[in-house]
């Protein structure tokens, strides 16, 4: 009888944990929470300052006593605890109280190992869900897009997120092949910090490089190209400095990350059955996840496969309205659940 009253009124969670965003989905309220993977604590005491976007703020600006972490790498978790606590507190931030959760799907990218799916679903449980269930990226992102997963015919979709691609061919509830490269949003940032590092001497914050990706960042020639002023720190005499930029220079930067992307595209589509391939090539390459909202990324796809490339309505939520989709239809979407299910 206790069980039955938790469950009517526990609160189903899906859970988009990403490298550089995590998302909560509610059932019943949809997203709830989009904010910034990352947790400011206390050095001494492990106090928690801040989480999400006021960490994000943070990041750069600390003082000895605070450190902001980032607790996943490459879309898998590199600090257990860290992620614990973020997990936490961003239920909480959705005003679901803890002894409320139900069941949570996790979303996690396609090449998991079972060891880092194990440190996903002990941290979900941690946070207090009763039973786990886990998810790949591309599979949440293809139901979020609305493709026809449950239909003998071949879809791509290309995920990319802050730490990995996720590149899969789906059909019939199952990916047939797919390729997960480490190579996102967090690359390409990186990216940008090393070419300025290299060419102008100059030092720049992971939040600026960041900045600049978003607002004049491209994979292929604009219209006009823009400008921008940059500030950083000059590496030769140590005192801050600005220099305006233009937007062919962080294209060029960014390219060898692009090309990473469009040679594990070719390689899915080389591994794809002939049968499906020729769906794909009818129905065409969807783009989701942040990165998809780089200028011009459908265009240099398009220009390198030959095939036609799709970005995804809100293409940052994808994964979390896939999750969503599979908490209100668990039935219908049994057969996309990682194995190894374990409830508490």
């Known amino acids: 009888m206790g069980m039955s009253f938790l469950n009517f009124f526990s609160s189903d969670v899906g859970i988009d944990l990403g490298t550089a965003n995590t998302l909560i989905y509610v059932k019943g309220k949809g997203i709830v929470v989009n904010e910034p993977s990352i947790i400011a604590l206390e ?7 801040a989480v999400g976007n006021e960490a994000r703020q943070m990041l750069g600006r600390t003082h000895q006593q605070i450190t902001t972490i980032r607790p996943l790498k490459d879309g898998v978790i590199a600090d257990f605890e860290a992620t614990e606590i973020m997990i936490r507190e961003l239920i909480r931030k959705a005003n679901i109280n803890r002894m409320m959760i139900g069941k949570i799907v996790v979303c996690v990218p396609s090449g998991v190992t079972e060891v880092e799916k194990r440190a996903v679903r002990d941290s979900a449980e941690r946070a207090g869900a009763r039973e786990v269930n886990l998810v790949a990226e591309a599979m949440a992102a293809a139901i979020g897009v609305g493709l026809e997963i ?15 691609s996720e590149i899969a061919v789906i059909s019939l509830y199952g990916i047939v092949n797919h390729t997960s490269i480490r190579v996102g949003g967090d690359e390409m940032n990186l990216a940008i910090i090393q070419h300025f590092k290299k060419k102008f001497n100059l030092l720049i914050g992971e939040k600026t490089a960041e900045d600049i990706k978003c607002n004049i960042g491209s994979a292929y020639p604009l219209e006009e190209e823009q400008k921008v002023e940059v500030k950083g720190r000059d590496l030769v005499d140590g005192i801050p400095k600005t220099i ?9 930067a960014l390219n060898d990350s692009i090309a990473s992307i469009v040679d594990a595209i ?4 080389e591994r794809t059955p002939p049968e499906l391939a020729s769906d794909i090539l009818d ?9 998809a909202l780089l200028k011009n990324l459908d265009i240099r796809l398009r220009e390198d496969t030959s095939m036609a490339i799709h970005v995804a309505d809100d293409p940052l939520t994808c994964v979390a309205r896939g999750c969503g989709k599979i908490l209100d239809n668990p039935e219908r979407y049994e057969k996309v659940l990682l194995h190894h299910r374990r409830s508490i």
């Open 43 to 49: 050095d001494n005491s492990d106090k928690i300052i």
């Open 150 to 164: 449950d239909a003998p015919v071949g879809n791509m979709i290309v995920d990319i997120g802050g730490g990995t």
């Open 244 to 252: 305006e930029i233009d937007s062919s220079e962080i294209r060029a």
């Open 266 to 269: 070719k390689l899915s589509l």
């Open 283 to 291: 129905r065409g390459i969807i783009l989701s996840g942040g990165g």
